[in-house]
């Protein structure tokens, strides 16, 4: 699938054939089984808060499948045969996940366990890798305690997952009553606060008026009243989107008085050491403990990639759209 200018996602996207992509220097072939549809990968094709970045795209950033050919120089990447999961394929690239074939850099692939479906590798890319930077880019989690807003969603059902995983001795998550609050409590949450609540009320009872360590944030501006009244001495909010209000004005004086961090987490140009941290704490998950919950709201073949964005634009969606480019 590919797109030449930008818009709707069913008046853009079109289904048809390229040359099999050759992988460069450094980089490896991947055979695509599944593909993940983020919401960032909507916002490039339809133009929102991106230009048309190359003249001709094939959509979607992660992805999971097959090692099929190496690149000179790509000789420490799994072999090929080897499953794998990948991230940003289609970031500062033209070739996405949306087709049979894509090339990537070595260090955007990671092992997929056996026993790992490839439709939830796909699910893995830009939700965990987020969900993993903002828990550990301050230290390790051990005998910390962690809120999750939004827990219900994408990177938040990661963040409650991975803080259980990296020792956090509270976990408390956000999300509205129904398959949101079930999903986040069904990761690990061991507290889920409607977001109808007084939650900063609630979190301060839970964590027995001390407040929290960790923050992980999805809406920086709309939650901000939160946020900034939860906060323990010396912690850090970590937001990755800031929909509700994007210029929040935040009360200093009572975060300089706490030494609290605010850090903001955008994946693909975080440091390299951390995201190939991130992979390879991921793939230690998955080969850990009980079965990990990966959350497919629904699958796509590739001729219906269209159909597959506009499910992701619709919202409400309980965890990521995946489309099968071999299906």
């Given at each position: 699938?590919?797109?030449?200018?930008?818009?709707?996602?069913?008046?853009?996207?079109?289904?048809?054939?390229?040359?099999?992509?050759e992988p460069g220097p450094g980089e490896a072939r991947v055979r695509l089984v599944a593909s993940g549809v983020n919401p960032a990968d909507c916002k490039r094709r339809a133009g929102q808060g991106y230009g048309m970045e190359f003249p001709r795209v094939i959509p979607n950033s992660d992805g999971a499948g097959l090692v099929d050919a190496l690149g000179p120089g790509a000789e420490g990447t799994p072999p090929p045969g080897s499953r794998v999961w990948l991230y940003n394929a289609q970031r500062g690239r033209p070739f996405g996940t949306a087709a049979e074939f894509t090339c990537v850099p070595a260090d955007c692939l990671a092992p997929l366990p056996e026993g790992v479906p490839f439709e939830a590798g796909a699910c893995l890319g830009i939700p965990a890798m987020t969900a993993h930077r903002c828990l550990f880019a301050d230290g390790p989690l051990s005998g910390l305690s962690v809120l999750v807003t939004g827990g219900g969603g994408a990177v938040g059902n990661y963040a409650v997952q991975l803080a259980r995983w990296g020792g956090a001795a509270l976990v408390l998550a956000t999300a509205r009553a129904g398959w949101q609050a079930e999903d986040a409590q069904a990761a690990g949450a061991h507290a889920v606060i409607d977001r109808g609540e007084d939650v900063a009320a609630r979190v301060m009872e839970a964590s027995g008026g001390r407040g929290v360590d960790r923050v992980v944030e999805v809406d920086f501006g709309g939650n901000a009243a939160v946020w900034s009244a939860v906060l323990a001495n010396n912690g850090v909010v970590a937001a990755y989107a800031s929909g509700g209000d994007p210029a929040p004005a935040i009360p200093f004086p009572s975060l300089m008085r706490r030494n609290v961090t605010v850090r903001t987490v955008m994946l693909n140009n975080a440091p390299l050491a951390a995201r190939r941290q991130a992979q390879a704490d991921i793939v230690a998950w998955l080969r850990e403990g009980p079965p990990r919950l990966h959350r497919i709201a629904g699958t796509f073949p590739l001729a219906q990639t269209a159909t597959a964005h506009a499910a992701v634009e619709a919202g409400g969606k309980r965890g990521t759209v995946v489309v099968l480019p071999t299906g």
């Open positions: 699938m590919f797109y030449d200018r930008q818009g709707a996602a069913a008046e853009v996207l079109r289904f048809g054939e390229a040359p099999r992509p």
